[in-house]
């Protein structure tokens, strides 16, 4: 990004912006929350029909299909964990909400990125291993977790990307995959370590994003623990960008970094708060802002931030709908079709949201 725009864009969220290695970064001193922005859109929550006698778990997951319109999204079996569960956790709904199809039982434990690729195959990160009690429980949840796994669009697995089962290093294994997403040459990255958030991580954690080529073969990795240019404290959620810059939600060190194709650090934005899901669409930037609350960002609502994935400047804030829980809730997920809607998958409240676009944008 040219300074200029970057200095009009710092200054529109009250930003400082500073020198780094020879590139911009915004710095989170001086940046503004970014709350009371308009909303054109009407909150839908419960969106999605499940079969009679089951109940939405915890998913943090939901993608568009190639059609434009159909949703696709998982859910962790009924609760926060697959483990012994031989329910379905991949499903597909059409516009309307209509189930169509379900597939996935049995092949993990904690499904946590998704992504759809052109060609309607579906790609799931599953995150984590099964713990002590789940493995004495369910001893065939051995082997399952620390991995990606590629489905045809009728749930046939085509590709697995690490051992599973305890956490390691690539090629041969993964550490916590918290998303997956697919370059614009092919190559396929993982970003992992989902336990770099909190205030002393656990030993063994990691900050990085994996390569893979097409066919699943090793290329490298880049990033490390930490807060600096290019590291991450939990990348949890990637996109490209239509100039092929990737977007990382660096979500413990409250910043969305920016790479360009060759995965060089360009900049961080801070203004859209605690990232957790992020989608583009028409270069439009649509964030969800899951954690924000007193403890770990004063003065920033969790919520969707709506912005130019050019410049960075926010223009409209979807703010939590209301729950039991006094917080309110956005989801972590999110996904937007081809009529502008926008689709929010949520951990703590569960199941899908829909946010339909009532007033306009002009996108």
Known sequence: MPASGLLRTALAVGATVIAFSGTRTYTQANVEPVNGLPNPYETVRNWGTLPDGRQWGSTAGVAIDPDGKSVWAYDRCGANSCAGSKLDPILKFDSSGRLLKSFGAGTMIFPHGFQVDKDGNIWVTDERAATPDELKKFPDAAGKGNRVIKFSPDGKQLMTIGKGGAPGDPPGALNEPCDVILAPNGDILISEGHSGQGENPPPGTVGRISIFSK?????????????????????????????????????????????????????????????????????????????????????????????????????????????????????????????????????TVRGLTKYIRRLPTGF
């Not at 073969?217 to 623990?225: A, M």
């Not at 360009?266 to 203004?271: F, S, V």
Request: glycine share 12%; proline share 5%.
């Open 215 to 347: 066919d699943g073969k090793f290329i490298r990795s880049f990033g490390k623990l930490g807060s600096g240019p290019g590291e991450f404290r939990t990348p949890h959620a990637m996109v490209f960008d239509q100039r092929g810059r990737l977007l990382v939600a660096d979500r413990g060190n409250v910043r969305i970094q920016i790479f360009d194709p060759s995965y060089k650090f360009l900049e961080e934005w801070k203004q859209f708060s605690r990232v957790s899901g992020m989608f583009i669409k028409d270069d439009i930037l649509y964030v969800n802002d899951s954690e924000s609350s007193k403890a770990n960002h004063p003065g920033w609502k969790k919520g969707v931030r709506i912005g130019s994935a050019k410049d960075g400047k926010v223009m409209f804030f979807i703010p939590p709908h209301m729950t039991e829980q006094p917080e309110g809730a956005s989801g972590e997920g999110i996904a937007v079709d081809a009529a502008g809607d926008i689709y929010g998958a949520e951990v």
